[in-house]
C-alpha cells in the first residue's frame, strides 16, 4: 500500500525529532506533528531549562551529527556529590561521590540548555523531515496495511507506523487503549538556574531531603540549575513568591559553598508523578519517552531513558525495512518492547523507591540509608557500578546509537 510517509511521529520535544532525524538519515519518510509553533523553544534568550545528558544519550547526538555543534555550550559533569540533609541545614555529612575518572569514559555526563539542544534539532529536520508546526495528531485508524492519522487542521496522512511521542497524557497510548499505571508523589518540582560568585568546578550535588531531593547541577560559567522538589502544597506557596522571597526560602537548602547566589532566568514548577504505559506497542503503534514511561526527575533520567527508546526503536525499524518486512507489523514492534521495556520499568521502579527511602524523616531509616551511602562509596565496583548505569553505559544489549555508531 502506498502511504504518504513511513512514519508519523506525534510530539515535536525532544525525543520525537531525535527519532525522526534518525529514522530520515536511513532513508525513510519521516513527518513530525508538533503542537508548538516551530520556533517557541529554539530563541536566544536564556530560561533556566536544562538537561543532564548522560554519557549514552551524548554518544546518541555524535551519531546524528549535532553533538559538534553543542559540545562548546555543555558543561561536563565531572563529579556527582549525593549526601542527606535537612531543610535550613544544607548537605548532611554522609557523601556518596563518584569521580568521571574511574569509568574511563570522560564526563559522567553533560549539562545542556533545552534551547540549544531543541534548536539543533531543528535545524537539522529541515530538509529531511516534513515538520508540521502547530499540529497535533486528534485521530488514529490502524488497520492491516497502514495507520490512517487525522490531524488537527483537518487533514489525513497515511504511515506505516506511528509513533507517540506525546508525553505522559498521550493521546497516542490513549486512543490505542493503552491504559497507565502509577501513582502521583505530592510532590512539585520547582525548576530554576542560579548564578553563584565560585566555581562549581563540573560538580553535581544531590541533597536527599524528607520534602524532597534538591539537585544542583553545573552549568557553563558561575551558574547552576536547580532542581527542587518540595511537597505539593509548600512547592505551591514557594513557587507563588516573589524571585526575593523564593531565594530567601532557598538558600538555607542550597548552602553557602558558591558564595552569595542570585536567580537567572525564568521559574518553572512541574506536579511530579510516575506514569507507566501497560504496553509500549498497539497495532502500528509504538510509544517512545514519556508516552511510555514518566519518571521522578530524581536522578536526571527522564530524557535519558527516552533517548534509549529512540535507539531501539529506530534500530528495529530500520533493520526491519532493510531486510525488507513491514516496519509496522506487530512482530517487529514486539521486538522493541522486549528490548525497552524491562530496562525502562526497572529504572524507573528504581527512581521510585529512592524517592520513598529517602522521602522521610525517619531517625532510624536516616542513619541507615547514611551507612549505605558511605558502603557504596567506599566500595570501588559498586561505585563504578551506580556510576555506568547513570551514564547508560549498562544497557545490555546496547544500541549502536547508544555508541556513537549511526545505523
Known amino acids: 500500500m502506498n502511504t504518504d510517509v513511513d512514519v508519523l511521529i506525534a510530539g515535536g520535544g525532544l525525543n520525537g525529532p531525535a527519532l525522526a532525524l534518525t529514522l530520515a538519515d536511513a532513508g525513510l519518510r519521516v513527518a513530525v506533528a508538533d503542537p508548538r509553533p516551530a520556533e517557541a523553544r529554539a530563541g536566544d534568550e536564556f530560561d533556566g531549562r536544562a538537561y543532564a545528558l548522560a554519557v549514552a544519550s551524548q554518544r546518541l547526538l555524535k551519531a546524528l551529527g549535532l553533538w559538534q555543534g553543542l559540545a562548546e555550550k555543555s558543561q561536563p559533569i565531572l563529579q556527582v556529590k549525593a549526601s ?23 564526563p559522567v555526563g553533560h549539562m545542556l540548555e ?71 508523589y505530592g510532590q512539585t518540582a520547582l525548576v530554576a538556574a542560579i548564578d553563584h560568585d565560585m566555581p562549581h568546578h563540573g560538580v553535581a550535588h544531590q541533597y536527599f531531603m524528607p520534602t524532597g531531593p534538591l539537585a544542583i547541577l553545573p552549568l557553563p560559567g ?13 512547592a505551591d506557596t514557594i513557587a507563588a513568591l516573589p524571585d526575593a522571597d523564593f531565594l530567601d526560602v532557598l538558600r538555607p537548602r542550597f548552602g553557602d559553598f558558591l558564595g552569595a547566589i542570585s536567580l537567572t532566568g525564568k521559574r518553572f514548577s512541574y506536579p511530579l508523578s510516575l506514569s507507566l504505559a501497560d504496553s509500549y506497542v498497539a497495532p502500528r503503534i509504538a510509544l517512545v519517552g514519556d508516552a511510555a514511561h514518566g519518571v521522578h526527575p530524581i536522578a536526571g533520567q527522564g530524557l535519558n531513558l527516552g533517548l534509549r527508546d529512540v ?97
Open 114 to 184: 533545552d534551547r540549544f539542544l531543541y534548536r539543533a534539532l531543528l535545524t537539522a529536520m529541515a530538509g529531511k523531515v516534513t515538520h508540521l508546526p502547530g499540529l497535533s495528531v486528534t485521530a488514529q485508524d490502524p488497520g492491516p496495511a497502514a495507520v490512517t492519522v487525522g490531524l488537527s487542521d483537518g487533514r489525513q496522512m497515511t504511515a506505516r507506523l506511528l509513533v507517540g511521542a506525546d508525553g505522559r497524557g498521550s493521546g497516542v497510548a490513549a486512543r490505542a487503549g493503552i491504559a497507565r499505571r502509577g501513582w502521583d
Open 311 to 407: 535507539a531501539a526503536l529506530a534500530e528495529i525499524v530500520v533493520e526491519a525495512a532493510r531486510r525488507g518486512e513491514d516496519i509496522g507489523a506487530a512482530l517487529v514492534l514486539e521486538r522493541y518492547q522486549g528490548w525497552r521495556r524491562f530496562d525502562a520499568t526497572s529504572m524507573a521502579l528504581g527512581m521510585d523507591a529512592v524517592n520513598h527511602l529517602f522521602g522521610n524523616d525517619n531517625p532510624l531509616l536516616h542513619a541507615a540509608r547514611g551507612l549505605g551511602m558511605g558502603v557504596v562509596s567506599a566500595v570501588p565496583a559498586l561505585r563504578r557500578g551506580f556510576m555506568r548505569q547513570a551514564a547508560g553505559l549498562s544497557v545490555d544489549p546496547m544500541p549502536r546509537l547508544l555508541t556513537g555508531s549511526p545505523l
Open 222 to 234: 558561575h551558574r547552576s540549575s536547580v532542581v527542587w522538589s518540595e511537597t505539593r502544597a509548600h
Open 84 to 106: 542527606q540533609g535537612q531543610p535550613g541545614e544544607g548537605a548532611g555529612r554522609f557523601f556518596l561521590h563518584f569521580d568521571s575518572a574511574e569509568i574511563e569514559e570522560g
